[in-house]
């Protein structure tokens, strides 16, 4: 018999924006003789509680109709003023704009499924102005990411990586101007700052790889500062060529590309899989004995290093025995990983190195 998978369950404790509505009792209230026992007074306790969930429109409009008056003889209009704190908003509140760039940038909802909806709900709101409003917005952030630009350049570790997006802008220069532009793509950039007490996430979408704003981060690292290490897949593209870092490489995107050739190629890559699960397996084991970093660390060393050499001296013996081309998909796995064999293997030198990129992916 199969288990049925159960939702998520969730106290009443969890819903902190609620809307309380206390009712009074119909009949009783605190100090009153007990109706059933006649001999005791009642006193307040805690109160029961019923959680009912209600819809409504993201976002609501507010029409205020302000009463007119005309005289009959001379024809003068005498209009009702506006409360000063709604004459001095704007048309379009803080809060809207802060509900729109929720959906857009948090719950991936599209300006123009938005614009869809809200038209549905009759509150049309058209996709060019949620844009404008996403804009005001991230003008009055603006001043809070360059400071944690700042600080995330500060980090101990720096993960990045990259994604395709569209901007329609570039993607019309890119037509009208195609013979002009030397880089065509589009990228989102994930750089997440580790240090000490806190974690950074920054976001860039434009023309630039992981690399290069990864650079432009670093420099605002200030001067003196140990040089930070930095986790990412062993593409040319992440890496920062203006700066000094310690990079290491994602060892589950390396397991990834022997996975990928697992059954035409189950043998030789089967062993690979496993002897990097052992590594992971060690790491996990060790978090969950509550290990601190340095105990982690000198964990891999005894551990994880003679693991790594073996899997170093099988994968080498492939290619020198002749039992896989260089230019096969397992010998290309192969050399991925001996060609980037320092940054797959810095956790083993290096205190505090992670050993994939999925924190950031």
């Given at each position: 018999?199969?288990?049925?998978?159960?939702?998520?369950?969730?106290?009443?404790?969890?819903?902190?924006?609620?809307?309380?509505?206390?009712?009074?009792?119909?009949?009783?209230?605190?100090g009153?003789r007990?109706?059933l026992?006649?001999?005791?007074?009642?006193?307040?306790?805690?109160?029961?509680?019923?959680?009912?969930?209600?819809?409504q429109?993201?976002?609501?409009?507010?029409?205020?109709?302000?009463?007119r008056?005309?005289?009959?003889?001379?024809?003068?209009?005498?209009?009702?003023k506006?409360?000063?704190?709604?004459?001095?908003?704007?048309?379009?509140?803080?809060?809207a704009?802060?509900?729109?760039?929720?959906?857009?940038?948090r719950?991936?909802?599209?300006?123009?499924r938005?614009?869809?909806?809200?038209?549905?709900l009759?509150?049309?709101?058209?996709?060019?102005?949620?844009?404008?409003?996403?804009?005001d917005?991230?003008?009055?952030?603006?001043?809070?990411?360059?400071?944690?630009?700042?600080?995330?350049?500060?980090?101990?570790?720096?993960h990045?990586?990259?994604t395709?997006?569209?901007?329609l802008?570039?993607?019309?220069?890119?037509?009208?101007?195609?013979?002009?532009?030397?880089?065509?793509?589009?990228?989102?950039?994930?750089?997440?700052?580790?240090?000490?007490?806190?974690?950074?996430?920054?976001?860039?979408?434009?023309?630039?790889?992981?690399?290069?704003?990864?650079?432009?981060?670093?420099?605002?690292?200030?001067?003196?500062?140990?040089?930070?290490?930095?986790?990412?897949?062993?593409?040319?593209?992440?890496?920062?060529?203006?700066?000094?870092?310690d990079?290491?490489?994602?060892?589950a995107?390396?397991?990834?590309?022997?996975?990928?050739?697992?059954?035409?190629?189950?043998?030789?890559?089967?062993?690979?899989?496993?002897?990097?699960?052992?590594?992971?397996?060690?790491?996990?084991?060790?978090?969950?004995?509550?290990?601190?970093?340095?105990?982690?660390?000198?964990m891999h060393?005894?551990?994880?290093?003679?693991?790594?050499?073996?899997?170093?001296?099988?994968?080498?013996?492939?290619?020198?025995?002749k039992?896989?081309?260089?230019?096969?998909?397992?010998?290309?796995?192969?050399?991925?990983?001996l060609?980037?064999?320092?940054?797959?293997t810095?956790f083993l030198?290096?205190?505090?190195?992670p050993?994939?990129n999925n924190?950031?992916e």
């Amino acid at each position: 018999k199969k288990n049925k998978r159960r939702g998520k369950r969730f106290s009443v404790k969890d819903y902190k924006t609620a809307i309380v509505t206390k009712i009074a009792h119909h009949s009783l209230q605190a100090g009153c003789r007990c109706p059933l026992c006649q001999s005791g007074n009642l006193r307040l306790v805690d109160p029961g509680v019923v959680l009912r969930i209600i819809g409504q429109p993201w976002l609501q409009a507010h029409l205020y109709e302000l009463e007119r008056f005309r005289c009959n003889t001379c024809g003068k209009t005498f209009t009702a003023k506006l409360p000063e704190d709604i004459a001095r908003s704007p048309k379009y509140d803080k809060t809207a704009k802060a509900i729109v760039c929720l959906l857009k940038y948090r719950g991936g909802f599209p300006f123009y499924r938005q614009e869809s909806l809200q038209t549905m709900l009759e509150t049309p709101i058209s996709d060019n102005v949620l844009w404008e409003m996403t804009r005001d917005v991230a003008i009055c952030l603006e001043p809070i990411f360059e400071t944690l630009i700042k600080e995330a350049a500060k980090g101990e570790c720096l993960h990045n990586d990259d994604t395709k997006a569209r901007i329609l802008d570039l993607i019309r220069e890119n037509k009208l101007k195609k013979d002009e532009i030397e880089r065509t793509g589009i990228y989102t950039s994930a750089i997440l700052s580790k240090l000490s007490d806190k974690q950074i996430a920054l976001f860039f979408t434009g023309r630039q790889h992981a690399g290069e704003n990864l650079s432009d981060v670093l420099d605002n690292r200030p001067t003196g500062m140990p040089v930070p290490t930095q986790m990412c897949d062993a593409s040319n593209n992440n890496t920062p060529k203006e700066h000094e870092i310690d990079e290491a490489n994602c060892l589950a995107h390396l397991r990834r590309k022997f996975y990928e050739i697992a059954e035409i190629w189950p043998t030789y890559s089967l062993p690979v899989i496993a002897h990097l699960n052992t590594i992971f397996s060690n790491e996990r084991e060790a978090k969950e004995e509550e290990c601190d970093e340095s105990e982690i660390f000198e964990m891999h060393k005894n551990k994880s290093a003679p693991v790594m050499n073996d899997l170093k001296i099988y994968c080498k013996g492939l290619i020198d025995d002749k039992k896989t081309e260089p230019n096969s998909n397992l010998g290309k796995a192969i050399n991925y990983m001996l060609n980037h064999w320092e940054g797959f293997t810095l956790f083993l030198r290096k205190s505090g190195v992670p050993l994939d990129n999925n924190a950031d992916e």
